[in-house]
């Protein structure tokens, strides 16, 4: 069965930081591309970052590049999103995803497994 779990999620003033886990299992987790997928309150999914199955290349959505950095330690079967210079508009239930295969679809929309999301709030 496979299972993604998230967690680290929390308050957080504007300009802090945190760093967001998900926990794999039940797959092969180095045979596949990971992603994270955020909601944020009254809105549509939105897509955050992607990984390759080994890290090797990195993908950001615009409004997060320079400030989120995704990364995995396929030792440990963990995901990882360290966000930098939170914004008020980052609030948002953040999912852990799982990709089709090695690499993210350009797309950006389709994944067959989600975590349970972990809500991240920035409020001072």
């Known amino acids: 069965e496979v299972q993604l779990v998230e967690s680290g999620g929390g308050l957080v003033q504007p300009g802090g930081s945190l760093k967001l886990s998900c926990a794999a299992s039940?797959?092969?987790?180095?045979?596949?591309?990971m992603s994270w997928v955020r909601q944020a309150p009254g809105k549509g999914l939105e897509w955050v970052s992607s990984?390759?199955?080994?890290?090797?290349?990195?993908y950001y959505a615009e409004s997060m590049k320079g400030r989120f950095t995704i990364s995995r330690d396929n030792a440990k079967n963990t995901l990882y999103l360290q966000m930098n210079s939170l914004k008020s508009e980052d609030t948002a239930v953040y999912y852990c995803?799982?990709?089709?295969?090695?690499?993210?679809?350009?797309?950006?929309?389709?994944?067959?497994?989600w975590g349970q999301g972990t809500q991240v709030t920035v409020s001072s």
């Open positions: 995803a799982k990709e089709g295969g090695a690499t993210p679809l350009p797309s950006h929309d389709e994944y067959d497994y």
């Open positions: 039940g797959f092969t987790f180095d045979d596949y591309a």
């Open positions: 990984i390759t199955w080994n890290g090797g290349s990195t």
